[in-house]
């Protein structure tokens, strides 16, 4: 069983910079494959960068790819997302997520563990 807790959300204005911070339980962190999801008002929640237990490999969404960074911090329990130059439709909720199987996948359905969120609003 592993628990995800979400923190770092809030208020930014456009072109501004955050850090989401997902904290996880459990001594098997560093075996899982972390992603983060977010879902926008009004819309189905989508996949937004996933990390592979090494940090060796990752994937983004086309929507965010060069201004986001998806990192983990295994001794920590702990996986990152840096956002910058954030726009206004990065306005979501943000979950993490956590799949016990050692690939990479933007499949929702594949993770096992999500947290509660933390939300992100990026004012115009």
């Known amino acids: 069983q592993v628990q995800l807790v979400e923190s770092g959300g809030g208020l930014v204005q456009a072109g501004g910079s955050l850090r989401l911070s997902c904290a996880a339980s459990?001594?098997?962190?560093?075996?899982?494959?972390m992603g983060w999801f977010r879902q926008a008002p009004g819309k189905e929640r989508e996949f937004v960068a996933a990390i592979s237990w090494s940090g060796g490999s990752t994937d983004y969404a086309d929507s965010v790819k060069g201004r986001f960074t998806i990192s983990r911090d295994n001794a920590k329990n702990t996986v990152y997302l840096q956002m910058r130059s954030l726009k206004p439709e990065d306005t979501a909720v943000y979950y993490c997520?956590?799949?016990?199987?050692?690939?990479?996948?933007?499949?929702?359905?594949?993770?096992?563990?999500w947290g509660q969120g933390t939300q992100v609003t990026v004012s115009s």
């Open positions: 997520a956590a799949d016990r199987l050692a690939r990479i996948t933007t499949a929702q359905a594949s993770y096992d563990y």
């Open positions: 459990g001594r098997t962190f560093s075996r899982y494959t």
